[in-house]
C-alpha cells in the first residue's frame, strides 16, 4: 500500500454531510473493509457529521488508515468548537435527552464501530473518535 490514505472535510452545509458518508465509505473500500462495514462506517459518518452540523454548526472530519501489530483499520475523528454536551453519559446512551425524545445517533454510533471515544466541553466543543478494525 502507497502512502497513509487520509482525508479532511469540513462540515458545515447539508451536501458536506453526503460528501462526509461518501469519502468515509470510499476510504473504507479502499482500506479493504466489505461491502458490510463500509456501509457501517457511512452510517457512522453520517450520523456524527449530522451531529456536528445539527449541534454545533460547524466542525470537521479527518479520517486515515490505521495500522497496528499487522492490522489495518480505520480512524475517524469528528471536531467541532460548538456548546458541547453537559451530559455526555445521558448523551451516549441516549437516556434522558433534553427535548424528551430518545436519541439514538451516539448509541447507534457505538455498536457500529470497535472504538468510540467522546470528549466534550460545555462551551468549548466535541470531539468524537471512532475505530474500526479489519477482521482478519
Ligand atoms: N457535536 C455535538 N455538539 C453538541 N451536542 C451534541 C453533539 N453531538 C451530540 N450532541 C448532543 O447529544 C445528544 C445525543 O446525540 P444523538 O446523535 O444520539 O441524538 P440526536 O442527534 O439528538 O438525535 P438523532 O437520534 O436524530 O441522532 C444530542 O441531542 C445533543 O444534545
Ligand atoms: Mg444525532
Redesign the pocket.
Known sequence: MGPTPSISITIQDEPDVVIARTEAKYLAREIGFDQVDQSRIATVAS??A???L???HQ?VMRASLLQQNGLFGLEIV?Q?Q????PDVE???N?TS???G?????????KILVDEFEIE?QVGQ??T?VIRKWMRC
Do not use: W
Not at 460548538?82 to 454536551?85: A, K, N, R, S, V
Not at 425524545?101 to 454510533?109: D, E, P, Q, V
Open positions: 450520523e456524527l449530522v451531529n456536528v445539527r449541534h454545533a466542525g469528528f467541532d460548538g456548546p458541547g454536551i445521558s448523551a451516549v441516549g435527552p433534553p427535548n425524545k430518545n436519541s439514538l445517533g451516539l448509541s447507534a454510533t466534550s466543543g466535541t468524537v
